[in-house]
């Protein structure tokens, strides 16, 4: 194993357990029928929702998926190009 495949492993087992975190750490909506009949509520959360709590995490868990992501892409090219 080269030095690449092992550092790339090791970011995409943290990658995964990050992942893992961020997505039992996100709360569930479960809006269902309420939002069909009722409609969304205009809250004060509803505006600011870029500064709660649950935007913070999906950001977090957008920015590990695209890191996760990418390190599988480059790790696949480099080692049908290295063998």
């Not at 992942?19 to 939002?35: P, Q, R, Y």
């Not at 649950?54 to 996760?68: D, M, P, Q, Y």
């Amino acid at each position: 194993m080269t030095a690449v495949n092992i550092i790339s492993g090791i970011i995409l087992v943290i990658a995964s357990v990050a992942i893992i975190l961020a997505v039992l750490f996100s709360d569930t909506h479960n809006s269902g029928l309420n939002s069909a009949i009722g409609g969304s509520s205009d809250s004060f959360f509803g505006r600011n929702g870029g500064n709660t709590r649950e935007a913070k995490i999906n950001k977090i868990t957008s920015i590990v998926v695209l890191v996760f992501f990418v390190v599988a892409l480059v790790v696949n090219v480099l080692s049908a190009y290295l063998g």
